[in-house]
Each structure stands twice: as structure tokens, then as C-alpha cells.
């Protein structure tokens, strides 16, 4: 599967933004999803996951209660829309997959997720 995410760009502190991801595979809805960065000199972080259904979703406590990950399986795109934005958020955010979907633990870890897309910039002023 091939997967493609827009939407990054420059924003200011404590505003918003909504990424997406798309995806070529027609059996889209049976993998499972998820969003990480990756800042200059990091390592790449895990952000957020999702279920092939939706039902289930998993967040870096950095994140959590700012981000949301959702899907839309008809459309084969994942989005991640992102509010309260701080200028530590700034870095390229990917979006990947796996099939089948990870377990447990493989959900927050790079190694749980078979697909990577390109990467968006989203820089985030103060």
C-alpha cells in the first residue's frame, strides 16, 4: 500500500491543524493506522493509532487531549487533526500502517507498522 500525507505547513502556538493520509489499497480498512514524527535530532515518536474499524484508538501521552485520530474507511484516508499546537509540536509527521494490525504494544512502536508514507512538514511558530 502506498500512503500519501498532506496538510502540514506553518501555524502559529495555540492554533490548529488537520492532517491526512491517504491510501492506494482498495483492503484499506483492514489495516490498522497510525501517526508519528519525527523533530530534527529525535528519534521518531509515536503519536496516535487507530483500529481498522475505528473503535480502538491509542495515544502518546504527549498528545492526548489535543489530538485526535480518525478514518474514513470509504474514503481510504486517515486524519489526525491537531489543536493547541506549541512550537515543540513542530517537526515531520508521518503516517503509516500495518497489516495485520499491531498488538499490544506494537501499536507505539515503529517496529508495529509495516507501510510508511512521505512525511509532512508542521512547523509551529511561537
Known amino acids: 500500500v502506498q500512503l500519501q500525507a498532506s496538510g502540514g505547513g506553518l501555524v502559529q502556538a495555540g492554533g490548529s491543524l488537520s492532517l491526512s493520509c491517504a491510501a492506494s489499497?482498495?483492503?484499506?480498512?483492514?489495516?490498522?493506522t497510525g501517526w508519528f514524527r519525527q523533530a530534527p535530532g529525535k528519534e521518531r515518536e509515536f503519536l496516535a493509532g487507530i483500529s481498522w474499524t475505528g473503535g480502538r484508538t491509542y495515544y502518546a501521552d504527549s498528545v492526548k487531549g489535543r489530538f485526535t485520530i480518525s478514518r474514513d474507511n470509504a474514503e481510504n484516508t486517515v486524519y489526525l487533526q491537531m489543536n493547541s499546537l506549541r512550537p515543540e509540536d513542530t517537526a515531520i509527521y508521518f503516517c503509516?500502517?500495518?497489516?495485520?494490525?499491531?498488538?499490544?504494544?506494537?501499536?507505539?512502536?515503529?517496529?508495529?507498522?509495516?507501510?510508511w508514507g512521505q512525511g509532512t512538514q508542521v512547523t509551529v511558530s511561537s
Open positions: 489499497a482498495r483492503t484499506f480498512g483492514s489495516y490498522g
Open positions: 503509516a500502517a500495518a497489516t495485520p494490525v499491531p498488538y499490544d504494544s506494537g501499536w507505539y512502536r515503529e517496529s508495529g507498522y509495516d507501510y
